[in-house]
């Protein structure tokens, strides 16, 4: 199963794309390449989830842990994501309320 | 399918390792999408909460120290498709889950797991957990329509036109 990480930095925010499916075997690579990010000083960190297929509560955890490491650097990590069953698993656990959710790049960077 | 009864049932024993929670959502998947008036979305409501249960499973087995596989169960029902899945870890009290703090919290930020079980509550149409020190079942039961195949026995075709295959889509 493959899980697809790309980087790349729009304004100097960290666009961290994220391409196939997130759960209990490939989130810790997904943490890896977060925690390799504030590490090296990003703090402003947008995460695409728009091709992501698949997206458990392992993959939720990653993100809340990614996004208190960010906030504790005063930084922020925002997401886009406009598909209703990776939207939706982010609405049952309240985490709408936790994360900044955008529908496009553009917007999530301009945050 | 015997017209009326229930349905066959498949059983997968799967090594407790994270690698092979993808193969248990795939095999959930392909049966599901046989049945009828299971619409896509709940399709992946059921994908997301196998995919819950089965790595709270090889957590459990992880802690327990075993080398005993995850058993995953599909039963065929004419009305609903049944998921049951099994592990032989030390157990756990479905009513006494810890609470996380609210959403506004910033100590919510603490918290990044137990999110699970709560998922698997809201996903599914019905879901028991029977736990004992000697493992748990977590029982998860999507209601819906008998699979296809199923259909190929004309009794079960109850419109005008038997012979209409889109009827059966």
Known sequence: MDLDLDVTERNGVAVLAVKGEVDVYTAPRLREKLVELVTAGQHRIVVDLEGVEFLDSTGLGVLVGGLKRVRSHDGDLSLVCTQHRILKVFEITGLTKVFSIHESVDAAVAG | ?169
């Open chain 2, 1 to 169: 399918m015997v017209a009326g009864g229930d349905g066959g049932s498949i059983e997968l024993e799967i090594p407790a390792r994270a690698e092979y929670v993808a193969l248990a959502r795939l095999v959930v998947s392909s049966m599901a999408s046989t049945r009828r008036d299971l619409a896509e979305d709940r399709l992946d409501d059921l994908k997301v909460a196998v995919s819950e249960a089965c790595t709270n499973a090889i957590e459990a087995h992880g802690k327990a120290d075993t080398d005993d596989r995850v058993v995953l169960r599909c039963e065929e029902h004419d009305d609903r498709l049944v998921v049951q899945v099994e592990d032989r870890g030390r157990g756990f009290d479905p009513q006494s889950l810890p609470e996380h703090p609210p959403v506004t919290d910033p100590d919510r930020l603490n918290f990044e797991r137990g999110l699970g079980i709560p998922l698997i509550r809201t996903l599914v149409d019905e879901v028991e957990f029977l736990s004992s020190g000697e493992g748990t079942a977590v029982r998860m039961a999507m209601f819906c329509g008998p699979s296809v195949s199923g259909l190929a026995d004309l009794d079960d075709v109850d419109d005008d036109h038997p012979f209409d295959v889109e009827a059966l889509d």
